[in-house]
């Protein structure tokens, strides 16, 4: 389901509870929300916001992002996560031919969700995130 400003307060308290200290700053989560263009897309349950994603669109460069996916733990492992990355990048991919994300290089969670899903590594980013661990990036083409 789209999700739009009036999540703000809901993605605040997911963004915290998911991402702890790599949670995005109240600017960016509003930035998210509300910049033309952008994939914001959430998963709903009893009115409760339970999973985010965004990306967004880099035309010159012919590559879309997903900018944040994250479930609350409660909901975890029950395919909302797959789901979502799904719907982003089928929105992506009306857009741009190739897809990209970065990643913790620890998080074997996400990096079996992406591998499972046709990603690959392309880059490295070396002391990406504020405890200097590096970020893998993952590509997706359009097949
Ligand atoms: C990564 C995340 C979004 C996955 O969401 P989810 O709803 O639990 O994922 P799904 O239930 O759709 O599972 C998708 C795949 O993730 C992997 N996975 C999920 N839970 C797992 C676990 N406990 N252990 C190992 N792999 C797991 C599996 O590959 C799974 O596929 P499978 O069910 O076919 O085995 C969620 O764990 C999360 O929010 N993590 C914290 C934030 C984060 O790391 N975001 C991504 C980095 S940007």
Redesign the pocket.
Known sequence: MDAGIGDLNALRRLENE??RQDAWPLVDLIAMLTMPGLVRLKAVVQNEMI?FVGGDVRPADHVGW?A??????A???????????HACEDRLFLRVPVVR????RS????I??Y??EGYEVVDVWRGYYFDREDALVFEKKLD
């Open positions: 998911v991402f999973g997903v944040t996916l994250g479930v609350l733990p909901y975890r492992g029950m395919g909302v996560g797959r789901a979502l990355l994300l970065s990643v913790r998080n074997r969670v996400a079996a969700l591998e499972s």
